[in-house]
């Protein structure tokens, strides 16, 4: 797998939604490493992508654990009281 995708903030995070549904439909074909950035809550559909495709991944085994995307979910935390991504 050589596809990373860095989401960053809830924009970040809708766009990965909907390039997972096109992985999903197959128009994306390529598997992908997602990186989630936020310092609020994830949005529920990529926690349900992030298990789905983990539990995926432990149902292929080794063999085909490349040909399924993951998603990892980070969360950062602020240093004041706005929170934002660019201020950590």
Same mark, same amino acid.
């Given at each position: 797998?050589?596809?990373? =995708?860095? @989401?960053? /903030?809830?924009? /970040?995070?809708?766009?990965? +939604? &909907? &390039? @997972?549904?096109?992985?999903? $439909? /197959?128009? $994306?074909?390529?598997?992908? +490493? @997602?990186?989630? !950035?936020?310092? #609020? ?11 789905? !495709? *983990? #539990?995926? *991944? ?5 063999? /085909?654990?490349? #040909?399924?995307?993951? =998603?990892?979910? +980070?969360?950062?935390? @602020? ?5 934002? $991504? *660019? #201020? =950590?």
């Amino acid at each position: 797998m050589n596809r990373v =995708i860095v @989401a960053i /903030g809830g924009t /970040g995070q809708m766009v990965l +939604h &909907y &390039y @997972a549904q096109l992985f999903l $439909v /197959g128009l $994306v074909r390529r598997p992908f +490493h @997602a990186l989630v !950035f936020d310092t #609020d809550d994830f949005s529920p559909s990529l926690k349900f992508l992030s298990a789905l !495709f *983990s #539990d995926v *991944s432990v149902c292929t085994g080794a063999s /085909g654990a490349g #040909d399924v995307p993951s =998603i990892s979910l +980070h969360t950062l935390k @602020a240093r004041n009281k706005q929170g934002l $991504v *660019s #201020d =950590i």
